[in-house]
């Protein structure tokens, strides 16, 4: 059974910084590209970062410079460490063992003053 746990998300202030944690269980972490996404009210789901099983990363642009992506096989644990928050970063992170149907349930960042 494959389990997709993500957690970290919170209220911050603009400027502020957050790290998301993606626990993965059930599958041969090590080999699956990892990826986060995000869905802001009313619109559509989107990438925000990705990172292969080669530890290749991808950023939309809206984040360049600031969300790093990172995973630590050995744990079975995937990241993504967002810096200088934005308002407009408010959405639910989602995390996806990418090529497949696995995803976690969401964690809610809210960045507001």
């Known amino acids: 059974q494959v389990q997709v746990v993500e957690s970290g998300g919170g209220l911050v202030q603009p400027g502020g910084s957050l790290t998301l944690s993606c626990e993965v269980s059930?599958?041969?972490?090590?080999?699956?590209?990892m990826a986060w996404y995000r869905q802001a009210p009313g619109k559509q789901r989107d990438l925000v970062a990705a990172?292969?099983?080669?530890?290749?990363?991808t950023l939309a642009d809206s984040v360049q410079g600031r969300f790093s992506i990172s995973r630590d096989n050995a744990k079975k644990m995937v990241y993504l460490q967002m810096n200088s928050l934005k308002p407009e970063d408010t959405a639910v992170y989602y995390c996806?063992?990418?090529?497949?149907?696995?995803w976690g349930q969401g964690t809610q960042v809210t960045v507001s003053s």
């Open positions: 059930g599958i041969i972490f090590s080999i699956n590209p």
């Open positions: 990172i292969t099983d080669g530890y290749r990363t």
């Open positions: 996806h063992v990418e090529r497949s149907e696995h």
